[in-house]
């Protein structure tokens, strides 16, 4: 009995011993595994080679610049809309501050009435050059906003191109050309402009329908100083 229990003994020291050394081996191999993809990684080639890594910070660069002008042209076209809103609110609150006073104006006796009806064309030529004022205002903020959004669309378009050239290089590391260069929208725009030549009325005026409803609205307030005055 006592001397098996001494082979046994004796045979668990080398097993140990030789599962030390598998896994230092392994420890070994793996950290030679680790240091080769951290050597093979395309962030180190591109670190390695002045070129790349050159290209990648311009890139870097402009990809934050890009992204500094399109929060300014948010930022322009939401401070836009709601000037936008608030000039059509101006328009139609004027009107009707002005209705309600021409008909409460409006009741003389029959002599002061014929005069007044008269002069009908003094509150709607007033009503008129003040509806003129504040639909030209509304317009020049509706092509500004338009312009805005176009440049905003552009920019987008021409930082995810930027920006899918600067995933591809940093995976490619090394083997990426040099001179390959991001391709921004100049020629789909081109393409697209031809297809919308056909399409201008119809996106002219859903552009500037807001310009259009003012315009009506304008349009049929102007005769209203005679149906108050004169028929009242």
Known sequence: MGESKESHVVV????????????LNNNNNNMEMVMSAIHHHPLTEISQSPGHLLLLKLWQREEDLYGRRIARKE?????????IFHLC??????????????????????????????????????SGLTSVFLVSLAHVKLLRLWKVRRQL???RS?????????MELRMKGSSFDLS???VFG??????????????KPITWCSHY???????????????APKLILCAL
Do not use: Y
């Open 209 to 223: 329908l807001i310009t259009i409803c003012l315009v009506c609205f304008a349009g049929l307030a102007f005769p």
């Open 180 to 182: 390959k260069e991001p």
């Open 75 to 83: 930022t322009r076209l939401e401070s836009t809309r709601q000037e």
């Open 158 to 166: 021409d930082g995810r191109a930027l920006t899918r050239c600067v």
């Open 12 to 23: 668990e020291i080398p097993v140990d011993e030789e599962h030390k050394r598998k896994n």
């Open 186 to 199: 100049g020629k789909k725009a081109m393409k697209s402009s031809s297809v919308e030549i056909k399409w």
């Open 153 to 155: 669309l552009r920019e």
């Open 89 to 126: 609110c101006s328009f139609f609150l004027f009107h009707a501050f002005f209705l309600i006073l021409l008909f409460t104006s409006s009741i003389h006796s029959k002599e002061e009435q014929d005069h007044v009806c008269k002069k009908w064309w003094i509150p709607g030529l007033l």
